[in-house]
């Protein structure tokens, strides 16, 4: 246990520039004094202490700002800079080396049962104000920008940013980002006239040449238009311009 505290406060030292001295981590820290509670919370929980574990883990909530449900599980050198409004779900996993700021939430979507909290891998940075929803899993060494909202799989050593969470950063090489050009926007009503535009030329095309052909062998039966072709829909069928007049858009 004793290996465990000094452990714990040699991570504070490591991870915050701003930590002087040893007794001024034990004295500022909240967010560490969450996870030293967190502890004794998570041995009650798993000893059938549930309702009294619960009940604790609301005064330490009360004392810290930091609410962490004593059923999740957390690994070693676990730091929580700040504390105040971080709120960790009762599946969530969490392995060791991870970072989280102030205001982070590890939550369910609302709509799972069982296992409905993320699981961060080792060495995983959520950053101020995060939220990370769902049974994902936040891959080893990944982290997720101060304010993103992540409900998808984060793959081991990416960077994640904004609402929904992207990927930015991936294996440290850029990922393109999202054109955000809206007046650049493809327009799919004029792509499919297109489409079609180029179909009726190539048919157009086909067909002027079987005729062709059909006059060279002295048949031009085979391509005469029917004696009333208008009648069925009340359009002229004698135009060859029409089709492409029509559909000229450009
Ligand atoms: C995401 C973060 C970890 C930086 O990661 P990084 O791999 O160094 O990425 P970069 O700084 O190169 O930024 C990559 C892109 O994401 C953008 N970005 C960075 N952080 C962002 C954020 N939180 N939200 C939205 N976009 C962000 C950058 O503007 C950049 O966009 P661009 O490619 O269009 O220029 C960092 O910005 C962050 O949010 N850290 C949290 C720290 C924190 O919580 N501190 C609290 C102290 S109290």
């Known amino acids: 246990m004793f290996t465990l505290i000094a452990e714990d406060i040699r991570t504070v030292k490591e991870r915050d520039p701003a930590a002087m001295s040893t007794l001024s981590v034990l004295l500022n820290y909240p967010g560490l004094h969450a996870i030293w509670w967190h502890r004794v919370n998570h041995w009650l929980w798993k000893h059938g202490r549930r309702g009294f574990s619960r009940w604790l883990s609301q005064e330490v909530r009360f004392m810290t700002g930091v609410e962490i449900h004593p059923g999740a599980t957390v690994g ?8 105040m409004g971080v709120v960790i779900g009762e599946t969530s996993v969490i392995k060791d080396d991870v970072t989280i700021y102030q205001g982070v939430t590890l939550g369910g979507t609302g709509k799972e049962r069982g296992k ?5 891998e080792d060495c995983v940075v959520v950053g101020v104000g995060a939220a990370v ?4 899993t936040v891959g080893a060494g990944s982290r997720v920008g101060g304010g993103a ?5 984060v793959p081991p050593n990416c960077t994640v940013v904004g609402i929904p969470g992207r990927v930015v ?3 440290g090489e850029r990922v393109e980002a999202v054109d955000l050009h809206h007046e650049d926007l493809p327009d799919p009503v004029i792509e ?14 086909r067909l002027a040449q079987d005729e062709g052909w059909a006059r060279e062998q002295g048949d031009s039966s085979l391509f005469a238009a029917p004696e009333d072709s208008s009648s069925d829909f009340g359009v002229s069928s004698s135009s060859d311009d029409g089709a492409s007049a029509s559909c000229d858009i450009g």
């Open 76 to 83: 070693r050198r676990f730091f929580i800079d700040h504390g």
């Open 116 to 120: 409905r909290h993320p699981t961060l």
């Open 133 to 136: 929803l769902g049974d994902i």
């Open 149 to 153: 909202v992540v409900v998808r799989e």
């Open 169 to 171: 950063v991936r294996e």
């Open 192 to 205: 499919m006239f297109q489409v079609i535009q180029r179909r009726v030329d190539r048919l157009e095309a």
